[in-house]
């Protein structure tokens, strides 16, 4: 069965001249794919070769949605943007999944209204993947939903699960939630709630996970509030960032250092490639009737191609159905969000 | 004038072991210092050379707070203990400062039940100081707090900039608020309330700071709520153990890359040196009538004498005065926190 995904080509720091690039590779490894590359056509088919390579069409969208465009006006006044676009194929079956590096806000809203929530979820809440010291771990929310009751920790636990269990193929993979620490009686009201939800949940919940057990790899996911997970998601970018500032001004002291440099290059390039943020790019917005995936604004075409898997990984693991079965049998847990907390806009 | 620093010498992994050496090594480079070893007299007596070095004293408690005793507990059955002689010793004037490796929450308790809070202060709020790539920030709240109201983070902003002041002698040091966005309508319902109470607090505030701005060096200070700070803190932690453990992996990967690692030693001894967190050890309870400094429990003789620097350097630059006055002058704004949120025991 083939994959269709749609690719929001306008979206990002770089628009087409990245994105575009970035689907033809992705696709010269995915015999299985095919994209729709969806924004200006005369943007587009400027850096597309001529015949179109196979698997590619293209689908025009007059309008482009920027960064600064408020999420409700994007959503109002721009209903042939590229990400409305590509959001509408998802919903129409005509792709079953799609990318974007635009707004985030935006996207959010646009997907949320064209495509609703799942029965019983809230709001989208994002989820990325990072690197661990044993593999790798699902975090949400990092920014979705930045005052979370207890049910919305339940849900993320849920779609992290599912989320989990479609792309790595573990039965029951183990779920965490982010705390100050490790027992029972620590943390806020909320996360000492959202505890006990998720035990009783029949997830494969491991209880509190400290900051630092996120890197050391104690839980498959990891769930938290959208505010925390935000700020502990960029602390540790400005910190590597940091780190490899520092790295780069011991190597550059002086001739000496320079020449060791030259010889440990191969070594750092393989610490480099191995902590490279850019194989970790793509966050899936979950809890959507249809599968979305929001690629850093910055991210370059290797980046962005990581994305593009990202997608493809969740449409071939069927974490939509995962998801959806998976939230059906938890309906009345998490009927109850309903009536509790409820997030900013 | 000659400062005094009280010493718990039995808390921490290591006990009298670590934090005496510790002392002694402090002060042959503190010539305005003398310290007093607070502990078990036999175990501390055992590590010290006889006679007592100058400006050297023991001051006998015969209980030892261990890490597992809750606080509440520690506070009411254990009144000779280590912790307790020491935080007494600071509100009876015999010494300037106590410095402790012990049980975080029980020196908490026991120096808030002894010393007492400043007026409008609701609880001490926990600060360290981080490199950045600029310079260092001073971070509060660490976990003290797990519930704040924007009263909280006014009065964190307060503290912090005076800690800021009496370290660094800076008049008006930047003061920021951690978020999930530079703009005013990020965040939610506390942090925005918060942004007003800051803004016209007379400090230096510059905004919100994100997650990666902080060791960017945004600001010289960045307050936060407790739980999200000790979880950013711990988060950047892990990841720093995560890279240093992946730098170490490519350096063993075979016999040529362990060549090159013995080649780059210097450097790689140079970035250590430079990142070292034991530089950083020693955490401040701010919002006390003293000054009390937490050391990392796991902390070797190196990282603790940085801690009783940390004590002295606080000492010297009239932290307490500073504080103290400030508060004063806001003491309108702090009353209300009395009136609102209320955070956890």
Redesign the interface.
Known sequence: MGITIAIDCMGGDHGPRVTVPAALAYLSGAEDVEVVLVGQEDKIRAVLPTPLPPRVSIKHASEVVTMDDPPAQALRNKKDSSIRVAVNMVKAGEADACVSAGNTGALMAISRFVLKMLPGIDRPAICTVL???RSHVYMLDL?AN??CGPENLLQFGIMGAMLASAIDKKEHPSVGL???GEEDIK???VVKHAAELLKDSGLNFVGNV???????GDADVVV?D???G??????????????A???KE??R?NWL?KL??L??L???K??KK??DHRRYNGATLLGLKGIVVKSHGSADAFAFQHAIACAAGEVRGKMLELISGRVARYAPALAESTHSHQE?P
């Open positions: 690197p661990t010291m920014g930045v005052d982010l705390n100050i943390g806020n009201d400290e900051g630092d057990g996120v890197f050391k938290c959208g505010f925390v935000n700020v502990a998601l960029k602390t540790t970018e400005g910190l590597a960032q940091m780190l500032f520092f790295l011991e190597f002291r250092t060791i440099a010889i440990a191969p070594v750092l393989g610490f191995r902590v900013s």
